[in-house]
């Protein structure tokens, strides 16, 4: 079975600030990686894109059984993406986050 995936607004705009928080934490560095925020969104779609094929072998968040997360590694840490089984043929990725962000839970 295939799923359709698709992103919320609010998970599109979590990507957008991944990438400037990535710069960012990079230009504070001495040695510093600009091309890392690049290599980073690209691991973060490719693996949103697993969900296509196994949304269900990922861990539960909460109660619902179709509320659940994806870990994206990357480098030392990587990425949460909280997504949701929507129906038989979508799902819907609701919020991404950086695992070093000072929010991150």
Known sequence: M???VRLTR????DLDRLFDFLVERELARDSGDLH????ALSALRAGI???KSSPFTCRKAGNSPFLRELI????RSGCVALFEIEDASTVVVLAVRHQLE???H
């Open 102 to 104: 000072d929010d991150y």
């Open 49 to 51: 894109a697993t969900l």
């Open 2 to 4: 295939t799923f359709k």
């Open 10 to 13: 609010d998970a599109e705009a």
């Open 36 to 39: 890392l925020p690049d290599r």
């Open 72 to 75: 994206i590694p990357f480098g």
